[in-house]
């Protein structure tokens, strides 16, 4: 068990000041990387390559993120079965916590633990509830041991099992994210969106909200209907992708220029002429922090330029922000009298 001082100040007191930043997204950034496989999605770079899972932690933080949310996503029991690997359960989970840990002791970030949907649970058999329960307890005891500030439970489309999941983070004293994947046109399979936070958010949650599937565009107008519905903290993660009414999630997309994709379809690996760029995002935060969310995020898809543009919206200068785009001094798009005139009158 790791002996760690919570972060100071604590999640809620941060969102009680103003925005709290997420970066997620790892999974999509590691597999366009060439470190882990688009399908199972399993997060065995941790154990692969940890240095890689530590840079990204800091780059992330570098460009914004107030949170290192350790890559625990899709590292439970069912995702270990599915590729015959349940004996790296613990290990991979209790490496991603410890260099999770390490990014947020040497940045002052919160340091975040993760659950997820379970991809076993079914509304009428009641053994997918106790396994999923059970695996929640691992994956929080394990994030309790190494002494997470706070833990997310995050891209639930079923409300039910997300209740489990914030049973079992409350059972261990943990403050509790809860995040909910729709159709883009706020359903799950169980029922409403925003009713489904509005009776998370009674059951005790701090912050409920909404996380990938859709991008900015159809998420906003779930997150205008939910901001006024709950009295908690709201959260907000969109995927960096332009879904739109009749492409509302980005599993909807289709590319009529392309027939050559397998199974004819873009998601996960050729999503490229759909993706947003940094300006969107920033956008989108400014929407939603001006309605009253805090918690504010972008997840599958996103890379640093995306958090720092975030960040930016938002009024802040984080380290990255040396580095943002200044094209004044470009050799022939700039306008500093440096640049020699023959080449300044080429600017367009």
């Known amino acids: 068990m790791a002996t760690r001082r919570p972060t100071s100040p604590g999640l809620l007191e941060r969102l009680a000041e103003g925005a709290v930043i997420c970066a997620e997204g790892y999974l999509f950034e590691f597999e366009r990387r060439g470190y882990l496989q688009a399908g199972a ?18 780059e992330f933080v570098h460009a914004g993120s107030d949170v290192v ?30 260099i999770a840990r390490e ?30 329960r059970a695996m929640f307890e691992e994956q929080v005891g394990w994030a309790v041991d190494e002494g997470v500030d706070f833990i997310i439970g995050e ?36 029922g409403d969106t925003v009713d489904a936070c509005r009776r998370i958010a009674d059951a005790g949650a701090d912050v409920v909200g909404v996380n990938c599937s859709c991008g900015p565009a159809t998420m906003l107008p779930v997150v205008e209907r939910l901001r006024p519905a709950v009295s908690c903290h709201v959260a907000a993660l969109p995927v960096p992708f332009r879904t739109t009414e009749d492409a509302p999630t980005f599993f909807s997309f289709t590319d009529p220029d392309r027939d050559d994709l397998p199974d004819g379809k873009t998601f996960p690996a050729a999503l490229d002429p759909f993706l947003c760029d940094r300006y969107e995002l920033g956008d989108f935060a400014r929407k939603v922090y001006d309605i009253g969310v805090r918690y504010i995020g972008v997840c599958c898809g996103a890379g640093p330029h995306h958090i720092r543009a975030v960040a930016e919206a938002l009024g802040r200068e984080p380290p990255a922000s040396r580095y943002s785009p200044d094209m004044t001094k470009h050799a022939t798009r700039g306008t500093d009298p440096i640049i020699p005139e023959a080449y300044r009158q080429r600017v367009e």
């Open 69 to 98: 949310e350790a890559f625990t996503y899709y590292a439970h029991r069912e995702k270990l079965r599915v590729i015959g690997k349940e004996a790296l359960l613990e290990p991979l989970n209790r490496a991603a916590l410890g």
């Open 41 to 58: 999605y399993v997060p065995e770079v941790v154990l692969e390559h940890p240095d890689l899972v530590r840079q990204l932690h800091r």
């Open 103 to 132: 990014v947020a002791e040497e940045s002052g970030a919160l340091f975040a633990g993760n659950i997820c949907n379970t991809n076993i649970w079914e509304p009428d058999r009641p053994e997918t509830h106790k396994a999923a």
């Open 155 to 190: 891209t639930f489309d079923w409300h039910a099992e997300a209740h489990v999941a914030l049973e079992t983070i409350k059972a261990a004293g943990m403050d509790a994210v809860i995040t909910f994947s729709d159709d883009g046109g706020g359903k799950l399979y169980d």
